[in-house]
């Protein structure tokens, strides 16, 4: 039951979307060239490139402190499940606004709801053996994760989607193994959302995971300063 649970929160949040397809922007006669992080704006009219380097805010890190061997071993397990899921609800996140986007474009009800399920087989059958691996942590991680990158907790996202009475049943099916759909991520109060965030972004600084924006603002400077003060 816990595995099908996942797998279906997994399924339901990660579908939606087929392919991503890049498109190049030109708007008001300019078009914007990527190569080798330099951007070059070429102007109607104008023969000169006119070139800048874009470059990324970037957070220093103060150096990890441990008050003990047992803290550190929890945060380096910690670390190891939310770099795992990470990537679910980052995909998560990028498939409901797809598939947000197609919906409102089919008006007829069971035509939305044909396209729904059929997209929902078709990432069961990508995901539904890797989402079978994930423990009862790592599925509470990616709950809170999900509400990250989306803004809504799953319980939400399902109850929109499927049926509230659906909602309700995998909520309680969930509470049998600790796992609560309803969770939301709050770094700034539960201190391991805090150390997830740590991980994060010093994953994302070194380039083990892609980052995303997060549905809601979250300054990881002043997420620091306020726990430092704890």
Same mark, same amino acid.
């Given at each position: 039951?816990?595995?099908?649970?996942?797998?279906?929160?997994? *399924?339901?949040?990660?579908?939606?979307? &087929?392919?991503?397809?890049?498109?190049?922007?030109?708007?008001?006669?300019?078009?914007? #060239?990527?190569?080798?992080?330099?951007? &070059?704006? =070429?102007?109607?009219?104008?023969?000169?490139?006119?070139? &800048?380097?874009?470059?990324?805010?970037?957070?220093?890190? %103060?150096?990890?402190?441990? @008050?003990?061997?047992?803290? +550190?071993?929890?945060?380096?397990?910690? +670390?190891? /499940?939310?770099?795992?899921?990470?990537?679910?609800? /980052?995909?998560?996140?990028?498939?409901?606004?797809?598939?947000?986007?197609?919906?409102?474009? #089919?008006?007829?009800?069971?035509?939305?709801?044909?396209? @729904?399920?059929? #997209?929902?087989?078709?990432?069961?059958?990508?995901?539904?053996?890797?989402? /079978?691996?994930?423990? +009862?942590?790592?599925?509470?991680?990616? *709950?809170?994760?999900?509400?990250?990158?989306?803004?809504? @907790?799953?319980?939400?996202?399902?109850?929109?989607? +499927?049926?509230? !009475?659906?909602? =309700?049943?995998?909520?309680?099916?969930?509470?049998? =193994?600790?796992?609560?759909?309803? /969770?939301?991520?709050?770094?700034?109060?539960?201190?391991?959302?805090?150390?997830?965030?740590?991980?994060?972004?010093?994953?994302?600084?070194? %380039?083990?995971?892609?980052?995303?924006?997060?549905? =809601?603002? #979250?300054?990881?400077?002043?997420? @620091?300063?306020? !726990?430092?003060?704890?």
């Amino acid at each position: 039951m816990k595995r099908n649970l996942l797998i279906y929160i997994g *399924v339901f949040l990660l579908s939606l979307n &087929f392919s991503v397809q890049a498109q190049d922007e030109r708007e008001n006669g300019v078009v914007e #060239i990527d190569s080798s992080e330099r951007f &070059f704006y =070429f102007v109607e009219g104008d023969t000169i490139p006119r070139e &800048f380097i874009d470059l990324e805010e970037v957070v220093l890190l %103060n150096k990890l402190e441990f @008050t003990s061997k047992e803290d +550190r071993r929890r945060y380096l397990i910690l +670390r190891r /499940k939310t770099r795992k899921v990470y990537p679910y609800a /980052k995909l998560a996140a990028e498939r409901l606004l797809s598939l947000q986007q197609r919906l409102d474009s #089919i008006e007829d009800k069971r035509l939305r709801k044909k396209y @729904t399920k059929r #997209i929902q087989k078709y990432i069961e059958g990508e995901f539904s053996e890797r989402l /079978k691996k994930l423990t +009862r942590t790592e599925g509470q991680i990616l *709950v809170k994760l999900i509400y990250r990158q989306t803004g809504r @907790t799953a319980f939400d996202l399902v109850k929109e989607l +499927r049926t509230g !009475w659906r909602a =309700f049943w995998y909520n309680t099916t969930a509470s049998m =193994f600790d796992i609560s759909l309803k /969770k939301e991520y709050k770094p700034f109060e539960v201190k391991e959302d805090y150390l997830i965030e740590d991980i994060l972004e010093r994953s994302f600084q070194a %380039n083990l995971l892609e980052r995303q924006k997060p549905a =809601f603002d #979250i300054d990881f400077l002043d997420l @620091t300063d306020h !726990w430092d003060k704890q």
